[in-house]
């Protein structure tokens, strides 16, 4: 698989997140209000650690893994202006052993997430097959302790929508229905009328029930969606 999140991407990665794509303070009070005592997270796809570095001043323990080499430098270069430290490494999670325990892990939107397409919650992924939902699933379990929580997040934001970026550009993207299982995501950003940034990425979309059937095989127990619509959260037993 070619690297997803590549230059490019990067350089506008915190211009489109921060603008409003997510709502990263609603999401650390989210997981504060889910996980209770536990402090302990692992975040799968930590980008440029808009999630982790508030958690992490919020008072937990954080650790990220990221397998674009662009993201993990600058997410250590921003560790270096806001003066904030934490374990950041390049990694997969298809193939993740870190030797450590968590007692959270979140995918934020990197991955593996859900997203809400015609009505409908699917688990989705970049991957062509399934077989990485369900490493991730597995890999997860490996690195959670007994009671863990897994937290996958849920994107809500449809097939076509639109955002003023702070940078004054606008963003919008669309996703194309290819097949029942196959979408495609295609990103624009406009400058003053003038495309300046454009990528399309086939996604693999499955159903809410199978994701589930896979986290029972797996050694989940299913807590469903959060009371905020933010996350779908297991358990492991």
Known sequence: MRLLYDKAITDVYDDLTLS??????????????IVGKRRKILELGSGTGNLLIPLARAGFEVFGIDNSPHMIRALNKKQQEEKIKFPNIFADQRTLDLKEKFEVIVSAGGFVWFITLNDKLFICTYSKTY??????????????????????????????????????????????????????????????????FKRAFPQRIFSEDKAIQTAKDTGFKVLGVDKSNTFYVFQRI
């Open 20 to 33: 409003g794509y997510y709502n990263y303070d609603k999401e650390v009070e989210t997981i504060k209000s």
């Open 131 to 196: 077989d990485d939902i369900e490493k991730t699933f597995f890999n997860s379990h490996k690195h959670l302790e007994r009671n863990g929580l897994l937290l996958l997040n849920i994107q809500r934001h449809g097939q076509k929508f639109r955002l003023k970026l702070r940078s004054g550009m606008d963003y919008h993207f669309e996703i194309v229905f290819k097949s029942p299982s196959k979408i495609v995501k295609k990103h624009f950003i406009e400058d003053d009328g003038k495309l300046v």
